[in-house]
């Protein structure tokens, strides 16, 4: 109900964990569930400066783009990478139920967290039954 991620990204992150071809874990670790009428993302951005972090909705695609700049400078001799840097970029495909333009987004601690609503128009309802004094007994 919430989305799928890009197949061909899930593709290529388990080749990865097959042959072991991986440089760096993935950029973007994403935890995603429902808790009653909403759903709730989290994406761990550790060192990003906040203000690179760029959302985007179109349709039922959103977009979550980040910025990760080394500490150091560019004449820097460096002896060990292993923090990825660079940008960073997640889709995720939301499903029609969720209402794309109340998404609430928060970011502390390096956790981009999302808070998406599910639609009005998506929600069980009752519906009334009339009758009563309208029915007529049929007899046979």
Same mark, same amino acid.
């Given at each position: 109900m919430l989305m799928r991620t890009d197949p061909f990204r899930e593709?290529?992150?388990?080749?990865d964990r097959v042959w072991g071809t991986a440089a760096h874990p993935a950029g973007m670790p994403m935890d995603?569930?429902?808790?009653g009428d909403t759903f709730f993302v989290e994406l &761990?951005?550790?060192g990003v400066d906040p203000e690179s972090v760029d959302l985007d909705v179109e349709r039922n695609v959103l977009t979550v783009r980040? !910025?990760?700049r080394p500490t150091y400078g560019d004449d820097t001799d460096t002896v +060990?990478?292993?923090r990825p840097a660079g940008t960073f970029s997640r889709q995720l495909?939301?499903? &029609?139920?969720? &209402?794309? !333009?109340? +998404?609430d987004a928060s970011y502390e601690a390096g956790v981009l967290k999302l808070? +998406?609503?599910v639609a009005e128009q998506a929600k069980p309802r009752k519906i009334a039954i009339s009758g009563g004094s309208d029915r007529r007994e049929i007899s046979g």
């Open positions: 593709l290529d992150r388990l080749v995603a569930w429902r808790e &761990d951005l550790p980040a !910025e990760r +060990i990478t292993e495909f939301l499903g &029609d139920t969720l &209402d794309t !333009e109340r +998404i808070r +998406i609503p």
